[in-house]
């Protein structure tokens, strides 16, 4: 096992910056940690790099973040990963809190500028779909995966039925891509020990088990809360947007927030630097204050600890597993039919409510995938454009 090589103080100087300047979502992320990382600071070669973004592509969770913390681990250990992670989300984290308690405390929730974030999310989760469906749905079989996907959460929308369309597709791709040809794996340098790696592994299997239990038969909220994200956070294959239709599932229908509550906040959340799942800490604290968020956002971030330390020890052997790819292949299709659900119901059907609405979210999209403007310009364009169409 390699050593940490680099003090604590370097790793949280390095992701800070980070946190406070990395918009743009998952893929500008690994852009700005190539550049920090591996151009400037030279802490991984570019191949342990491409090494790690194919580890975290394969996990649940936020695919970004979960980078971020292996270089962190790679670099300072299981502290260093931790540090890491504080500097690239806490920027945003503070940022969704203030704009939660806000939105309860001066009712802003008719103010023009809410409705214009929605409009905003439209565009933005429309521009995910097609990027992520180019990427993972290339051919007619895993069209036809994202297709039923998606046509079967529209028909039966639940968090659990989401679950079962993923097995599903794991099961389906197991059975008809293991075969493909993939591209040669290389070695992964291991830092943790596989003891350390069975022990985390059954750390989140236990929780996975045991939370949902504890939460059915207690009035605890804040339980109820942990347990929702942590499950959300260990369920969620494709990481960033695919998170909207998870938690949407989890906190509307329970009556935990409205639909124009939860748009508002993930419209809030292409603003701010740093990883989308600290939409987590927005609707912690819409929930139950400040101690909810925090709640919330450690669920929802466990998870990604608990993957990494249990997955790094045995990756090299896994990775050479065409079984193992042919589930991940099945599963990636499926999360593109989950976005196409979500991109329906609830962003179309939430934000689109006449023609102007039409207008600034194609016009959005324009800029945003044609014209490659940054995600945190399209937030202010929207906005101030939303702001204007409302006086007409």
Request: charged share 10%; aromatic share 12%; net charge neutral.
């Given at each position: 096992?390699?050593?940490?090589?680099?003090?604590?103080?370097?790793?949280?100087?390095?992701?800070?910056?980070?946190?406070?300047?990395?918009?743009?979502g998952?893929?500008?992320?690994?852009a700005?940690?190539?550049?920090?990382?591996?151009?400037?600071r030279?802490?991984?070669?570019?191949?342990?790099?491409?090494?790690?973004?194919?580890?975290?592509?394969?996990?649940?969770?936020?695919?970004?973040?979960?980078?971020?913390?292996?270089?962190?681990?790679?670099?300072?250990g299981?502290?260093?990963?931790?540090?890491?992670?504080?500097?690239?989300?806490?920027?945003?984290?503070?940022?969704?809190?203030?704009?939660?308690?806000?939105?309860?405390?001066?009712?802003?929730?008719?103010?023009?500028?809410?409705?214009?974030?929605?409009?905003?999310?439209?565009?933005?989760?429309?521009?995910?779909?097609?990027?992520?469906?180019?990427?993972?749905?290339?051919?007619?079989?895993?069209?036809?995966?994202?297709?039923?996907?998606?046509?079967?959460?529209?028909?039966?929308?639940?968090?659990?039925?989401?679950?079962?369309?993923?097995?599903?597709?794991?099961?389906?791709?197991?059975?008809?891509?293991?075969?493909?040809?993939?591209?040669k794996?290389?070695?992964?340098p291991?830092?943790?020990?596989?003891?350390?790696?069975?022990?985390?592994?059954?750390?989140l299997?236990?929780?996975?088990?045991?939370?949902?239990?504890?939460?059915?038969?207690?009035?605890?909220?804040?339980?109820?809360?942990?347990?929702?994200?942590?499950?959300?956070?260990?369920?969620?294959?494709?990481?960033?947007?695919?998170?909207?239709?998870?938690?949407?599932?989890?906190v509307?229908?329970?009556?935990?927030?409205?639909?124009?509550?939860?748009?508002?906040?993930?419209?809030?959340?292409?603003?701010?630097?740093?990883?989308?799942?600290?939409?987590?800490?927005?609707?912690?604290?819409?929930?139950?204050?400040?101690?909810?968020?925090?709640?919330?956002?450690?669920?929802?971030?466990?998870?990604?600890?608990?993957?990494?330390?249990?997955?790094l020890?045995?990756?090299?052997?896994?990775?050479?597993?065409?079984?193992?790819?042919?589930?991940?292949?099945?599963?990636?299709?499926?999360?593109?039919?989950?976005?196409?659900?979500?991109?329906?119901?609830?962003?179309?059907?939430?934000?689109?409510?006449?023609?102007y609405?039409?207008?600034?979210?194609?016009?959005?999209?324009?800029?945003?995938?044609?014209?490659?403007v940054?995600a945190?310009?399209?937030?202010?364009i929207?906005?101030?454009?939303?702001?204007?169409?409302?006086?007409?």
């Open positions: 096992m390699d050593k940490p090589k680099g003090s604590l103080l370097e790793i949280f100087k390095a992701s800070t910056k980070l946190g406070f300047t990395s918009f743009g998952p893929v500008a992320h690994l700005y940690f190539k550049d920090e990382y591996i151009d400037r030279k802490w991984l070669d570019d191949k342990t790099y491409a090494d790690i973004i194919a580890l975290c592509q394969f996990l649940p969770g936020p695919a970004s973040s979960q980078v971020g913390i292996s270089i962190g681990m790679l670099r300072g299981l502290l260093g990963g931790f540090i890491s992670w504080i500097g690239f989300t806490v920027p945003s984290i503070l940022v969704l809190i203030l704009f939660a308690l806000m939105y309860q405390t001066y009712d802003i929730g008719d103010a023009p500028f809410i409705h214009s974030l929605k409009v905003v999310a439209a565009a933005v989760v429309l521009h995910a779909l097609i990027g992520l469906g180019k990427k993972l749905t290339p051919d007619r079989p895993r069209i036809a995966i994202a297709l039923a996907s998606a046509l079967i959460l529209l028909l039966y929308p639940s968090a659990w039925m989401q679950i079962i369309v993923i097995l599903a597709a794991g099961l389906l791709g197991l059975k008809l891509f293991s075969g493909l040809a993939q591209s794996i290389q070695p992964f291991v830092t943790f020990s596989k003891k350390a790696g069975m022990i985390s592994l059954s750390v299997v236990t929780l996975l088990i045991t939370l949902p239990i504890i939460a059915r038969n207690t009035d605890n909220l804040l339980i109820q809360l942990f347990d929702t994200f942590f499950r959300v956070g260990s369920l969620v294959f494709g990481g960033g947007h695919v998170v909207l239709p998870m938690l949407e599932r989890e509307v229908p329970t009556g935990w927030l409205t639909a124009n509550e939860f748009l508002a906040g993930y419209g809030m959340a292409q603003a701010v630097p740093g990883p989308l799942f600290t939409f987590s800490s927005y609707l912690g604290t819409m929930i139950e204050g400040v101690v909810g968020a925090v709640v919330a956002t450690a669920g929802i971030f466990l998870p990604s600890f608990l993957f990494l330390i249990a997955a020890p045995f990756l090299n052997e896994l990775r050479k597993r065409p079984a193992f790819q042919g589930i991940l292949t099945g599963v990636n299709a499926s999360v593109v039919g989950i976005l196409l659900a979500a991109f329906y119901d609830p962003v179309i059907v939430s934000s689109i409510l006449d023609g609405d039409f207008a600034l979210a194609a016009i959005l999209f324009a800029l945003l995938h044609f014209f490659k940054p945190w310009a399209i937030v202010l929207g906005v101030a454009g939303g702001t204007i169409l409302s006086y007409l």
